[in-house]
């Protein structure tokens, strides 16, 4: 093998020269050389090289054990892996459900054409950008978002593409965020901030510096401190001061506000009270959050007191104390009865009473499917074998679904507990979070967590002192949703193409190595110290008679306040939206709520009464899912939403069954023909037939729930579909069946004309402007930039 | 021994057998594309569908074990209906020619390709049994037919079309100048009587097809001489009448007898010729509707009435075919049609139901894209259009040969034995249920010494990565990319001739469809 090796190689000889394989060699030292190692293999060769060159791939081929075959087949599989150079900076434009509802395809149209990108290229001439569309930031709140490098940007329409790139290419310079170190002054009060992705997202590392910086200059007494989010996503940057008694939460706050905020709370010794009263009527206005010409970051305005109704209806079991814990802080997640349950586990109790515990409590599983836990538990204990596996199935890769990643950022020691718990009852000794490689924050936390618990001897040879033994381990995911089901996953860890197989046997029968594995989502981890804590009965009170205790969701879309929620199952969606959402956006009514993401459907506002729980949901068209929420207003298509989540599974489907592989694709193409006004009689009949056939025959999850979006909404929304036909789009968004006008409220101030990209619009200065409907692109910058709300859609 | 019940019937088997083991075991058919004996199943074509009445889902029965007390259905009309979609999936996106464009505009439907390939291996009798199979009077349509064939031929998008009538013309003169010509095999005689009106070129195909059936036939001819439109119609002034005279005695050889100087409606009635003959088939060339009293049948806005596929008339027992019915120039439609209303005669005579020759569903290409011809000239001999050098416009045999092999093999090397193609059959699947937007390009990957590889006619089975991984090949072939798009191609830029060093005969042979196939035998390359 390794003279045929060579010989390829000296074919390509001219091109080796420019590449020094001395590091791939060093890359392959690290990782191993058998075929588990192959994706942290190819990872970190991207890493260095940031694509994955021909070469290199041969080199791992001649000097370790992998296959061509199985090199290959890894490094085409999953789509984080890059096969031809890229630029210098990636810009990642989320296309999530909430992104893309508004309106992100055109802000990655607006990114190409900005930065003079061909159509069939994702890399400037320069090769200073590479634009890439990316399944879900995770930041659904700040929709539409946009990631270049480790910066975030967001809401960032079409028409701030430019200010974009601009702000990014001024601030080059390398802001570590990196964790904040202890303060070390007594303190006599905490400054709280959170600052997972989506915070960060929203400048909260600039306002958390700043707090670091004053606190330092001023020799304030207050302990500055990084907590897990509170879900409030619509607020952030959120901090929260408590200090002599006091409590108090300022929303969106800015760099410029924290000088005053500090001075409020902890008035340094020796300062005279001589702030100005507006100073304090600033700070007054923060507080109660009217609008304030300071805080213009985002459009969203609204601010509830500490205890306003955003957790009235919520009730906090997954994602408890949230809000007051240092994510890292093990110590205080241990004063908050942390691992006492496992500390039960570990020491006396039995197995299968605590397992019974489980059963009891009604817990399913929060990955969608919703099998119960106990069960599950109780097979792989079952199971007669010498070894056997737990996988913490981290892989949240729906569009609009975020709680995976916020529970793993903010509450990292309560899913290793709900992990090493998982662990000893089912008598797996090794086990591994596989977590998706787009969440570098919730990685890079787990990682340090474990760290800390093993330093603790929390886990280990010796689980809290037991004779217990949980050997823990993190595994990036390289970009694939189809690795979410869970043979994929299985397939993933041991270094394979992430393809599905036809189950039974399930993992708990045979997974990872063809050994019993207990395959648990993360937020199904997260729920279970709690329930060890609390008693089965106290979780089973909580919710249906089927689907008990809480449920976290991540809320986004044409909503007012969005962002991480947990509400207690049975809960109805309309309570979701206007109670714990505060309602649609703008004014708009609500016309559907996207439940399930790409597995799930869409519940029309006349079913906003259903009640979150497994069956019920079913019996809608939907399915409960791993929890993302995107709320729906009458401007959004319910066609382009079908559209969108089947051109997502199609792209994602692993391509083994002809149903999924063949069959998602020619539904998303009926779907593309309709929104471009190319549809045909019996296009919703073939729509409705081959998703009948997609369902029922298909190998695995994702191709059996895929049709889901689109039959969904033909069974809610079907006089959509049929307006389609005749070449309508009632909602005025699919593109090719719009067209974009100006009223007669144009004040001819040419702002349109200006920025309208297509030079669709000609400047006319206090005269009527007009588009030119050949050359206008539908990109939507004229209306978003007119001051005088003049440009309709029809 | 765990037990489940198949269709009904109850079945014990040893613990760890498959649901489709089970099935086979005791004489259950169920279909597979994907599945081989001794490899892992994947269950990726999903055409082994089964119903799981206990779970009440359908499952792929070649990866479903068998557990206690399963009660599985494998003909419902919902497991058929599954197949059925699976195929015109597979179907949608098949990039492949089951027959070549020439064959399938052919009136006559001949199988030119296999015709151009015989000639091209220098075997000029073989190839005038593959053109016989079709067509009764291929020296005769070798000098008048318009060629249509020659219209639909890939080779004229890079230079000229293959010169196909011609070297059809060629394989029969040599036929026709042997002592011994070709006589088509018979099948038994079965005792059964029919009379054909007219011997212009729908009767004289008809007499031709009927004998081969065994089908004893007389043709009444109003005219001193057979041959009709053949010795009148247009471009005949090419056609020496010594050819039509040869080609005629070749039927007369194989047993149809002719009644020259026969009118029938005036020197015979109809009713009387009904009376003698089991069947009639009305061949007598054009005539304007009124004119079709004489026969006493019904007539139709061009001539005869008859239906269009069976070519049955109103009148039990009778069939009119050719220019009887809807009149034609160009006589190997005529011929066509003579051959068809004989096969539905002989299901007529055979207690039958009368379907006509039915046309089973093949796979279609259709036109190409820009630089797609460049992919059918990988292999191609490039020489440009041989014309012949004699006067009479003849090919010399060397001529032909090298003129033959100017044929770019657009059609399928494994249409008999692709699994894809025999099950879309039998379940009736349709081409074009479900239609993409646009196909992919044709693809032939041409640089193995054994095999082709078309990569648009693979179902992504995976047998071949699946031998190759088993055989240990070095580099062996894998699936590149996923989804829609994922392929099947040798790993690290490699070339197919590196993938398959050992295995590419298993490959070929595992291969269910056209994707992988073996080069022609003594094809240079």
Known sequence: MVSNMTNMATRTDNVSDELDLADVDQIIERHGRTREAVIGILRAIQEHYRYLPAEALRRIAETTSISPADISGVATFYSQFRHRPAGRHTVKVCIGTACHVKGAEGVFDAFKKHLGIAPDDDTDADRLFTVEKVACLGCCMLAPAVQIDEVTYGPVPSAKVGAVIRDFLQSLEPSAVGRPQGVSVSPVGEVRMCLCSSCVASGAADVYREFEHQIGRRGIGARLKAVGCTGISYQTPLVEVAANGLSARYGKLQKDDVRKVLDRHFRPAGLARSLSASAYSLLDRLARSEPADTITRYNVDVRDGPDGVYFGAQMRIATEHSGELDPLNIDEYISKDGFDALRRVASHQSADDLIEVIVDSGLRGRGGAGFPTGRKWATVRRADADTKYIICNGDEGDPGAFMDRMILESFPFRVIEGMAIAAILAGAAKGYFYVRSEYPLAIRRLRRALEICCERGIIGQSVMGSAKSVELEVVEGAGAFVCGEETALIAAVEGRRGMPRFRPPYPSEEGLNGKPTLVNNVETLALVPWILRHGAGSFASIGTSLSTGTKTFALAGKIVRGGLIEVPMGITLAEIVEEVGGGIQDGHALKAVQVGGPSGGCVPASLADTPVDYEALVSTGAIMGSGGLVVLDETDCMVDVARYFLDFTQAESCGKCTFCRVGTRRMMETLERLCKGAGRDGDIETLERLGARIKAGSLCGLGRTAPNPVLSTIRHFRQEYQAHIEKRCPAGKCRDLITYSITDDCIGCTRCAQRCPAEAIEPRPYQKHEIDAEKCTRCDTCRQVCPADAVTVR | ?525
């Open chain 2, 1 to 525: 021994m765990p037990r489940l019940t198949i269709n009904g019937k109850l079945f014990e088997v040893t613990p760890g057998t498959t649901v489709l083991e089970a099935a086979r075991q005791n004489g259950i058919d169920i279909p597979t594309a994907c599945f081989r004996k001794g490899l892992q199943a994947v269950s990726s074509c999903m055409l082994c569908v089964v119903k799981d009445g206990t779970r009440d889902r359908l499952i792929p029965s070649c990866a479903a074990a068998v557990v206690k007390d399963m009660v599985i259905e494998t003909d419902t009309d919902e497991v058929h209906d599954a197949r059925r979609s699976a195929l015109e999936l597979l179907l949608s996106e098949h990039v492949g020619d089951c027959e070549g464009p020439c064959q399938r505009v052919c009136p006559a439907h001949m199988d030119i390709p296999l015709m151009l390939r015989t000639i091209a291996a220098g075997r000029l009798t073989e190839a005038i049994a593959t053109i016989k199979r079709e067509i009764a009077l291929p020296a005769i349509l070798g000098r008048i037919c318009p060629a249509p064939c020659e219209k639909a031929c890939r080779r004229a998008a890079y230079d000229s079309a293959v010169s196909i009538c011609l070297l059809k013309r060629c394989a029969a003169d040599a036929d026709l100048a042997r002592p011994e010509n070709y006589n088509a095999e018979s099948a038994a005689e079965t005792g059964r009587k029919v009379a054909i009106i007219g011997a212009g070129p729908a009767g004289l195909a008809a007499a031709w097809h009927l004998r081969c059936a065994g089908i004893s036939c007389t043709v009444f001819e109003a005219g001193a001489t057979a041959g009709g439109a053949l010795r009148t119609g247009p471009g005949t002034d090419r056609l020496p009448h010594s050819v039509i005279d040869a080609e005629i005695a070749l039927i007369q050889s194989l047993g149809a007898r002719f009644e020259l100087n026969t009118r029938v409606g005036h020197d015979i009635t109809l009713d009387a010729v009904r009376e003698s003959h089991d069947a009639v088939i009305v061949a007598v060339g054009h005539i304007e509707s009124k004119d079709a009293s004489p026969f006493g049948l019904p007539a139709a806005k061009h001539g005869i009435q008859a239906a269009p596929h069976t070519f049955a008339t109103p009148v039990e027992g009778v069939f009119a075919a050719g220019s009887a019915v809807a009149p034609t120039r160009m006589a190997v439609k005529a011929l066509a049609d003579g051959k068809r209303a004989a096969a539905s005669v002989r299901q007529f005579l055979a207690g039958e139901r009368v379907i006509g020759m039915t046309v089973p569903l093949v796979s279609v290409i259709g036109r190409l894209g820009e630089g797609e011809i460049d992919e059918f000239m990988k292999d191609a001999d490039r020489s440009a259009r041989v014309e012949p050098a004699s006067a009479d416009n003849a090919f010399k045999h060397h001529e032909a040969i090298r003129e033959a092999r100017r044929c770019l093999h657009c059609d399928c090397r494994k249409v008999d034995s692709c699994v894809l193609l025999r099950l879309a059959r039998l379940y009736g699947a349709e081409r074009q249920h479900y239609r993409g937007l646009e196909r992919a390009l044709f693809e032939r990957v041409t640089d193995h010494p054994l095999v082709i590889y078309e990569p648009g006619k693979c179902i992504r089975c995976g047998l071949c990565i699946r031998i190759t991984k088993a055989a240990t090949e070095t580099l062996g072939l894998t699936f590149i990319g996923r989804g829609f798009a994922v392929r099947v191609d040798a790993p690290l830029g490699a070339t197919l001739r590196d993938a398959l060093r050992d295995t590419a005969g298993e490959c070929v042979e595992a291969c269910p469809t056209g994707a992988l196939a073996f080069r022609d035998e003594g094809w240079a390359q």
